[in-house]
């Protein structure tokens, strides 16, 4: 695994869509928001409509898992556009929350292909299929990922709370089973679909403000099997697609998810293993 492809399985493990399990075929988002004409909450917007987006906000926010420690085991798929695939990848992840996340990725027969930690100052990654071990700063792993991601919203995309969601919400469409609406950032925009029952999300879509640029970035996540852990629901299916210059879909099947266990980091280096 390259240095940058494997930053960007750190970054696809957000839990952060859009083709089955072990599939390579796409079926994208549909965000009403995107395309019909609907309520507006802004600061313009009626107080009935300002009080629906503050009522939004707070049932999603509400949904958000809190924990100390995460474990979880999964399956993943990726693939990108220029035909490489990498199937049926096992991943273990454990986190400490607001401090570490430790991911080791294997192939077939459980062998391990590449040891993950990464803190707030520091990414670090083993390769025992080369023998190498890449340190790098987060500021240069955003660099090379052209992706402001802190490790707060790298967690929060791992076990599946919402991401870029402020307060600001607009553009908002009830319907029985779905409500959509969109969220403001300085730079982005993220548009939501959330069940009208339990206000989960079923579907995120993270675009930049700018368009000027030549290849705008767009970020897909879909959620679902939801399962109870503890006192919340889980999205035990996550599908990531990614969009910009090139694309790149992963697809994660959770089988297992656990809180507030226990865990080490083991992270040895090699001494052998050559540094990049």
């Not at 009830?174 to 730079?187: A, D, G, H, M, R």
């Not at 879509?205 to 503890?230: F, N």
Request: glycine share 4%; aromatic share 6%.
């Amino acid at each position: 695994m390259k240095p940058k492809a494997v930053l960007q399985l750190v970054t696809c493990l957000a839990s952060l869509a859009l083709f089955s399990c072990r599939s390579t075929k796409i079926t994208r988002a549909t965000f009403p928001s995107d395309t019909t004409a609907s309520r507006t909450a802004d600061s313009a917007g009626s107080e009935k409509d300002l009080a629906l987006a503050r009522s939004i906000h707070e049932k999603v926010t509400a949904n958000r898992l809190e924990y100390k420690t995460f474990s979880a085991e999964m399956k993943m798929d990726y693939e990108d556009d220029k035909g490489k695939k990498m199937n049926n990848l096992g991943v273990n992840v454990r986190m400490q929350y607001d401090s570490i996340i430790w991911i080791r990725v294997s192939g077939p027969l459980n062998v391990e292909g590449a040891r993950i930690l990464v803190t707030k100052d520091s990414i670090k990654i083993i390769n025992k299929m080369e023998g190498t071990v890449t340190l790098r700063s987060v500021s240069e792993g955003k660099e090379l990922l052209k992706m402001d991601l802190s490790l707060a919203a790298l967690q929060d995309l791992i076990v599946g709370n919402p991401v870029f969601l402020s307060d600001s919400i607009s553009n908002i469409v009830s319907t029985p089973s779905i409500i959509s609406f969109t969220s403001l950032q300085p730079e982005l925009v993220s548009m939501f679909n959330v069940f009208a029952d339990d206000f989960l999300i079923q579907q995120c879509k993270i675009t930049e403000k700018d368009s000027t640029r030549p290849d705008p970035r767009v970020v897909e996540l879909t959620y679902g099997d939801h399962k109870p852990v503890e006192n919340k629901k889980m999205a035990f299916q996550r599908k990531i697609y990614v969009e910009e210059k090139n694309v790149v879909k992963v697809a994660l099947d959770f089988k297992k998810m656990e809180l507030n266990k226990p865990l080490t980091f083991p992270f040895a280096i090699p001494p052998s293993y050559t540094r990049q």
